[in-house]
């Protein structure tokens, strides 16, 4: 039988019917809470009435002293009620019971007002506390200005470069919450030893904020680039900040980063002579060029700029002066010469011949500052097992580069520094990134040695690499889209390691490990990428980050980087060792640094092709003893400072 039509009015009478009472009770209660203070008060006032009265009543009504009468029980419960609610309850006449209450709520309404106002101040005061508005008080320390992915970094690196000494502080300034940072440093910077964390809370670029920090008694301030692209005018706002609280005074040497180039000349004028900028586009895209032609280069650099390892120092022995540089290359047992510095100019891997003057100093890879003690290794040296010297002749290179971001441009610039006729860069992207024409752009100023392709597709689909011949490639370059705004740095990881996860497949089926080298934006990141440990990716942040600190500590070394990461003059190259000692030969590592001088170059360590994948140093050995004995295979590598 069918069911009979509820109208619409039938149905809401059975909505309404359905409405309880206690639903319109708490839709009343909601509605005059909704009214605001006065009602929240009398609500309160109400709630305590309803528990202190019968409370009272009861205490009265079982008190066998309690008067007999009801009038005067009456007035023992009124005394009792307004003692507990601070009412005065004096009893009496109207008139006076009246005003005994209003007395009493004057009296409770100064006492609340004052204890509020108490509080309140003590709270500002607190709070000012915590967001670190006093005056930084130290000496000698680092100052941080800034907040990005490089601050754990550089805090990470200042705090190992004052291991060894009695007292040291680093000192932040950011504009966040002083609780905020300190919480994250101690989480992903970890134990800091002797090491003082100070952190002030505010704008970088408020002159009088940034005296908090007392730069003037800084040994160095680092002034970091921002997580956002179009961050770098703060940078420039934040050094001509620096130099109002300073003043004509000399000051510490001060280390700033901007990721466009077209900052840098600002940059340099807003910090003055005391100040060193890096440019972190341009630094990133050399290294991945660097490390995309000779794999393991980022491993190698990794080890040379954290202070965990050995790194550059300035040495002075005045035994040495008159005598040339290359007979200085086997006068240090335990340190690696790599150069001179002459008249505050760096001289990387000059000509062997080179004489030492009396102000000059050597430039020198070695555990600290106080490691490099003359030993002379000439008779470690055994000319019978070194390779006679061939010079080896450039070929044409195929790179491949997938997904497109503003470094691009610059890597396939760096690439075309380096090409000879015949070299190809072909480009796999999504039109929203890049065009064709955009690509073809990058490489008309190396045309007609270097020619460059674009293909539009989703780097992330297997179809699209499959399509690809990338067996045929000499390496292969994945780099992360660009962050949208608002969108976390370490967001644009996600398609990097999806690309990768394709990557790694095409490797399974072809059983052929692809030359890959990586951009990433986030170190933690590494560690879930479906690669081999020592493989190369260039984490951008850090690099900047171990680049700041150590020219942080010498100023001298900007230069020195500045021409490792240049596409002319000396770099850092890993060649075969079989071009400096005959494979299957046991031989010193002195013989590898007398084998590589005869040929212009300063050996500084060398890479283990049986520990390429072992964890932490992937078998990259830099400034080995000159006396260690190993058998060379023709699968290592050497590590030198050269000519390209």
Same mark, same amino acid.
């Given at each position: 039988?069918?069911?009979?039509?509820?109208?619409?009015?039938?149905?809401?009478?059975?909505?309404?019917?359905?409405?309880?009472?206690?639903?319109?009770?708490?839709?009343?209660?909601?509605?005059?809470?909704?009214?605001?203070?006065?009602?929240?008060?009398?609500?309160?006032?109400?709630?305590?009435?309803?528990?202190?009265?019968?409370?009272?009543?009861?205490?009265?009504?079982?008190?066998?002293?309690?008067?007999?009468?009801?009038?005067?029980?009456?007035?023992?419960?009124?005394?009792?009620?307004?003692?507990?609610?601070?009412?005065?309850?004096?009893?009496?006449?109207?008139?006076?019971?009246?005003?005994?209450?209003?007395?009493?709520?004057?009296?409770?309404?100064?006492?609340?007002?004052?204890?509020?106002?108490?509080?309140?101040?003590?709270?500002?005061?607190?709070?000012?506390?915590?967001?670190?508005?006093?005056?930084?008080?130290?000496?000698?320390?680092?100052?941080?200005?800034?907040?990005?992915?490089?601050?754990?970094?550089?805090?990470?690196?200042?705090?190992?470069?004052?291991?060894?000494?009695?007292?040291?502080?680093?000192?932040?300034?950011?504009?966040?919450?002083?609780?905020?940072?300190?919480?994250?440093?101690?989480?992903?910077?970890?134990?800091?030893?002797?090491?003082?964390?100070?952190?002030?809370?505010?704008?970088?670029?408020?002159?009088?904020?940034?005296?908090?920090?007392?730069?003037?008694?800084?040994?160095?301030?680092?002034?970091?680039?921002?997580?956002?692209?179009?961050?770098?005018?703060?940078?420039?706002?934040?050094?001509?900040?620096?130099?109002?609280?300073?003043?004509?005074?000399?000051?510490?040497?001060?280390?700033?980063?901007?990721?466009?180039?077209?900052?840098?000349?600002?940059?340099?004028?807003?910090?003055?002579?005391?100040?060193?900028?890096?440019?972190?586009?341009?630094?990133?895209?050399?290294?991945?060029?660097?490390?995309?032609?000779?794999?393991?280069?980022?491993?190698?650099?990794?080890?040379?700029?954290?202070?965990?390892?050995?790194?550059?120092?300035?040495?002075?022995?005045?035994?040495?002066?008159?005598?040339?540089?290359?007979?200085?290359?086997?006068?240090?047992?335990?340190?690696?010469?790599?150069?001179?510095?002459?008249?505050?100019?760096?001289?990387?891997?000059?000509?062997?011949?080179?004489?030492?003057?009396?102000?000059?100093?050597?430039?020198?890879?070695?555990?600290?500052?106080?490691?490099?003690?003359?030993?002379?290794?000439?008779?470690?040296?055994?000319?019978?097992?070194?390779?006679?010297?061939?010079?080896?002749?450039?070929?044409?290179?195929?790179?491949?580069?997938?997904?497109?971001?503003?470094?691009?441009?610059?890597?396939?610039?760096?690439?075309?520094?380096?090409?000879?006729?015949?070299?190809?860069?072909?480009?796999?992207?999504?039109?929203?990134?890049?065009?064709?024409?955009?690509?073809?752009?990058?490489?008309?100023?190396?045309?007609?040695?270097?020619?460059?392709?674009?293909?539009?597709?989703?780097?992330?689909?297997?179809?699209?690499?499959?399509?690809? $011949?990338?067996?045929?490639?000499?390496?292969?370059?994945?780099?992360?889209?660009?962050?949208?705004?608002?969108?976390?740095?370490?967001?644009?990881?996600?398609?990097?390691?999806?690309?990768?996860?394709?990557?790694?497949?095409?490797?399974?089926?072809?059983?052929?490990?692809?030359?890959?080298?990586?951009?990433?934006?986030?170190?933690?990141?590494?560690?879930?990428?479906?690669?081999?440990?020592?493989?190369?990716?260039?984490?951008?942040?850090?690099?900047?980050?171990?680049?700041?600190?150590?020219?942080?500590?010498?100023?001298?070394?900007?230069?020195?980087?500045?021409?490792?990461?240049?596409?002319?003059?000396?770099?850092?190259?890993?060649?075969?060792?079989?071009?400096?000692?005959?494979?299957?030969? $046991?031989?010193?590592?002195?013989?590898?640094?007398?084998?590589?001088?005869?040929?212009? $170059?300063?050996?500084?360590?060398?890479?283990?092709?049986?520990?390429?994948?072992?964890?932490?140093?992937?078998?990259?050995?830099?400034?080995?003893?000159?006396?260690?004995?190993?058998?060379?295979?023709?699968?290592?590598?050497?590590?030198?400072?050269?000519?390209?």
């Amino acid at each position: 039988m069918a069911a009979a039509a509820v109208t619409p009015a039938e149905q809401g009478a059975g909505v309404a019917r359905r409405v309880s009472l206690a639903d319109r009770a708490r839709y009343w209660f909601d509605t005059t809470l909704a009214r605001g203070t006065p009602a929240l008060v009398g609500w309160l006032a109400l709630g305590c009435l309803v528990v202190v009265f019968p409370a009272s009543a009861v205490l009265v009504w079982t008190d066998p002293h309690a008067p007999a009468s009801h009038s005067g029980r009456l007035a023992a419960i009124w005394r009792l009620t307004g003692e507990t609610l601070r009412l005065g309850g004096a009893t009496g006449p109207l008139v006076h019971v009246l005003l005994s209450v209003l007395l009493a709520l004057v009296a409770l309404v100064y006492v609340s007002t004052l204890v509020g106002l108490i509080t309140t101040g003590l709270t500002e005061r607190l709070t000012a506390l915590r967001r670190g508005h006093s005056t930084v008080i130290e000496q000698g320390h680092a100052v941080v200005l800034g907040w990005s992915e490089q601050v754990f970094t550089v805090v990470s690196e200042l705090v190992a470069a004052n291991a060894n000494q009695r007292y040291g502080s680093v000192a932040v300034l950011a504009d966040r919450d002083k609780t905020t940072m300190e919480e994250a440093l101690s989480r992903k910077v970890g134990t800091t030893g002797r090491t003082r964390l100070v952190c002030r809370s505010g704008p970088p670029t408020d002159p009088d904020l940034l005296a908090l920090t007392n730069p003037g008694e800084a040994s160095a301030v680092l002034v970091l680039p921002q997580d956002d692209p179009s961050g770098d005018p703060e940078v420039v706002k934040t050094l001509l900040a620096l130099r109002s609280a300073l003043g004509e005074e000399v000051g510490p040497p001060v280390v700033a980063a901007v990721r466009d180039d077209q900052y840098r000349l600002a940059a340099s004028i807003a910090a003055g002579p005391r100040g060193i900028v890096l440019v972190s586009d341009a630094i990133t895209a050399r290294l991945i060029v660097q490390s995309a032609r000779r794999p393991g280069l980022s491993l190698v650099y990794r080890d040379l700029l954290d202070f965990a390892g050995d790194e550059f120092y300035l040495a002075f022995d005045p035994a040495l002066t008159g005598r040339s540089f290359g007979d200085t290359l086997l006068a240090f047992a335990t340190s690696s010469v790599v150069g001179l510095l002459r008249d505050g100019r760096p001289l990387l891997n000059p000509p062997p011949r080179t004489l030492i003057g009396p102000r000059d100093r050597l430039i020198v890879i070695t555990r600290d500052d106080d490691t490099a003690r003359r030993s002379d290794c000439s008779g470690l040296v055994d000319e019978s097992v070194m390779t006679p010297w061939q010079l080896a002749s450039a070929r044409p290179e195929r790179v491949l580069i997938l997904g497109w971001n503003r470094r691009a441009s610059l890597v396939v610039g760096q690439f075309g520094r380096y090409a000879v006729h015949g070299s190809v860069i072909a480009v796999v992207a999504d039109r929203k990134e890049v065009t064709a024409e955009e690509v073809q752009q990058t490489g008309t100023d190396f045309a007609p040695r270097l020619t460059t392709t674009f293909r539009p597709g989703d780097v992330t689909r297997p179809e699209t690499l499959r399509s690809l $011949e990338i067996d045929s490639y000499d390496s292969i370059v994945v780099l992360g889209p660009d962050p949208l705004p608002g969108q976390q740095p370490n967001e644009a990881d996600n398609r990097t390691l999806v690309t990768l996860l394709v990557l790694h497949l095409l490797e399974q089926e072809n059983g052929r490990e692809l030359p890959v080298v990586t951009e990433m934006t986030d170190d933690r990141n590494r560690t879930l990428a479906p690669i081999s440990p020592g493989a190369d990716v260039i984490i951008s942040a850090k690099l900047v980050g171990l680049l700041m600190a150590q020219i942080s500590q010498n100023r001298h070394l900007a230069a020195v980087f500045e021409e490792l990461f240049s596409h002319t003059g000396s770099q850092v190259q890993l060649r075969p060792a079989a071009s400096y000692v005959l494979p299957g030969c $046991e031989a010193s590592f002195a013989t590898v640094v007398a084998a590589a001088q005869q040929r212009g $170059e300063c050996a500084i360590g060398y890479r283990c092709n049986d520990r390429a994948t072992a964890v932490p140093d992937h078998g990259v050995r830099i400034n080995p003893d000159k006396s260690e004995r190993r058998r060379w295979n023709e699968h290592d590598e050497v590590v030198v400072i050269t000519q390209d």
